[in-house]
T-cell receptor, first 114, second 109 residues
Framework: DTAVSQTPKYLVTQMGNDKSIKCEQN?????MYWYKQDSKKFLKIMFS???????INETVPNRFSPKSPDKAHLNLHINSLELGDSAVYFC?????????????FGEGSRLTVL | GQNIDQPTEMTATEGAIVQINCTYQ??????LFWYQQHAGEAPTFLSY??LDGLEEKGRFSSFLSRSKGYSYLLLKELQMKDSASYLC??????????WGAGTKLIIKP
């Protein structure tokens, strides 16, 4: 059973389009995250979300928005895609309201913007 | 500012021992994590240190010195499958992980 699953794994699209990446975790965790890993392999936190709080990294453009229909899901919506958005996006989860640091990552979604 | 420094790439021989160093500067400190990431895959948790000293877990050990802002990951009896990137990630006072770019470890037969 996949603990943290995200779809699609690969996404190729044109500049200006709007796209979504879905994430689901079956671990019963309280907190979920979205990370962006660029070509230089730095992992950058975009959002963390639990039932009480959405924390947004202030460097993330407002074209990116997380949507959580329930505790087990945190989807990422991206509007007006730009070339610089090409990266691998990882969803992750952790137990408890506060980040324990032990993250369980999904397999990643490689987004290519042409 | 917050900063992580670890070597970009290291090469070692199968069966040998390798030490991957990490120095860090963070706003506050709530422990340090090591993650392993194989090419094209997600990072996976390896270890967590919050007190000074060595934590051993099988072939992998992790060391922390808070006063020096220094940690290392020690890998023994290297296997080909250990070829991966190793990410050092201290946690700051806001419980946010600060990620380095990782050290790419290449294992040669």
């Amino acid at each position: 059973d996949t603990a943290v699953s995200q779809t699609p794994k690969y996404l190729v699209t044109q500049m200006g389009n709007d796209k979504s990446i879905k994430c689901e975790q079956n671990l019963g965790h309280d907190t979920m995250y979205w990370y962006k890993q660029d070509s230089k392999k730095f992992l950058k936190i975009m959002f963390s979300y639990n039932n009480k709080e959405l924390i947004i990294n202030e460097t993330v453009p407002n074209r990116f928005s997380p949507k959580s229909p329930d505790k087990a899901h945190l989807n990422l919506h991206i509007n007006s895609l730009e070339l610089g958005d090409s990266a691998v996006y990882f969803c992750a989860s952790s137990q408890g309201d506060q980040n324990t640091g032990e993250l369980f990552f999904g397999e990643g979604s490689r987004l290519t913007v042409l | 500012g917050q900063n992580i420094d670890q070597p970009t790439e290291m090469t070692a021989t199968e069966g040998a021992i390798v030490q991957i160093n990490c120095t860090y500067q963070t706003s506050g400190f709530n422990g340090l994590f090591w993650y392993q990431q194989h090419a094209g895959e997600a990072p996976t948790f390896l270890s967590y240190n919050v007190l000074d000293g060595l934590e051993e877990k099988g072939r992998f050990s992790s060391f922390l010195s808070r006063s020096k802002g220094y940690s290392y990951l020690l890998l023994k009896e290297l296997q080909m499958k250990d070829s991966a990137s190793y990410l050092c990630a201290p946690m700051d006072s806001n419980y946010q992980l600060i990620w380095g770019a990782g050290t790419k470890l290449i294992i040669k037969p």
